[in-house]
């Protein structure tokens, strides 16, 4: 209920993610607070599954708040859900940490300072609110088969490229190619059925 | 295609050859790829939800906080200042050449202060960031060369592991090395217990971790729980992530202190 009156446009006396964003821009911290209690839990989620580590996963999600709270006029409204731009900014975070423990590169440059780039929601996504679209993703994604669920999650939660994933999977690369493109095929197919 | 580079899975050249396309000019792989963005951000749901320790928030608001009286920040993209605002400027421009080259004055000088508030916090926090990794390996190094330190061999209960090896100082701390250990599956980290003398103390659980893609593991515990003298041996254990009040399963690896 609570989450699903975030995003059906009624309200009531729960401000939107928008709404509090706004309100980040003239430094409030009761804002800066409601946002992080609302989605701290599937941020952390996120990056400790990317990390596996729960102290650097901790550290992330200080610093990817810390981030919103600093730079909350770089999320544009006008080009997707404020959930969704939060989500990739935290994935990208949580990669690159990947990334700089295992090549030890601790070079300012490889600290990710980009924004999320354009995400659109296409129309079927403002009928579905955040509860119903978490459980219709994973729906989804149990109903592919294993190998090609893996693999989209080998690119999703550990960031490896088609050719990686295949060396991991001992699969041929075309195979890797095709079962990712057929699952997030699959997935968008799905999320526009359940509207 | 969009799918693929919104995942990052394309392979460099691929994706060269995608934002080369995009550059050119393509409208509907521009639409193409910023829903394939929102697509795979819902990916992000697969994880499950996990509560941050309360320090976590802790420290957010200190800063937060500490922060909270700075200079409010440009308005958002989209809020497009109020009309009278607008009309409040535009009556400005017509009263005085000079309010209107001041006003421009004052907002290119209150841009360029936030621009350096910004920049100067990103670069203090990564100076913080180098700063506590060089102190970390410090330590690390100091403790392996230190010749008080105890060596403790970690033998694998499977013939086909690598030993792993662990030096500890009764001030300075524990560090556990290794070199080819096998990547964990799934939601899995190693786990550090220290088993107490005392036979009827239950083992003590200490730091997780888990080894670098190219089987490499160093791993320090500054602040190990009990001393040298209190504990006989030291076990690791493969544990769900964010680890076990008690172990789960049987040491992978196991040392005596001698």
Known sequence: MFL?????????????????????????????????????????GLVLRILQQAGTAEEVVQDVFLQLWRNAGRYDETRGPFVSWLFTLARNRALDTLRLKSERQRRREDQTEEFPPVAVAPEYEKELDEKRCAHRVRVLMDSLAPQQKRAIELAYFEGLSHTEIAAALREPLGTVKSWIRNGLLRLKEGMQAAT | MAEAHALGALDA??????????????????????????????LAYLAPESVPSRAVKERLMRSVGAESHVVPMASPRKSAKPLWLWAGVAALL????YSTWNTRQLSEQVKRLQEQATAENQKRETLEQELAASRQEAQMRAILSN?????????????????????????????????????????????????????????MPSITFWPERDGKLAKLVSNPQEGIPEVKALAITEEPAGGSEQPTSAPIWIGAVS
């Open chain 2, 147 to 203: 010749p008080e330190s105890t060596k403790i061999m970690l033998m694998p209960s499977n013939k086909d592991m690598p030993s792993l090896e662990a030096k500890w100082h009764s001030q300075l701390g524990l560090v556990v090395t290794g070199y080819e250990v096998p990547k964990l599956s799934g939601n899995r980290v190693l786990q550090l217990w220290l088993i107490p003398k005392d036979s009827k103390a239950k083992p």
């Open chain 1, 4 to 44: 699903a009156a975030l995003t059906s446009g009624d309200y009531g006396t729960v401000p939107p993610d928008v709404a509090l964003v706004h309100r980040l821009l003239q430094r409030d911290v009761r804002a800066f607070e409601e946002l992080y209690d609302r989605h701290s839990r599937a941020v952390y």
């Open chain 2, 94 to 97: 017509l009263l005085t050449l």
């Open chain 2, 13 to 42: 050249e691929e994706s060269a050859a995608f934002e080369a396309h995009l550059k050119a000019g393509c409208p509907g792989c521009e639409k193409a790829l910023a829903e394939a963005r929102w697509l795979v951000s819902q």
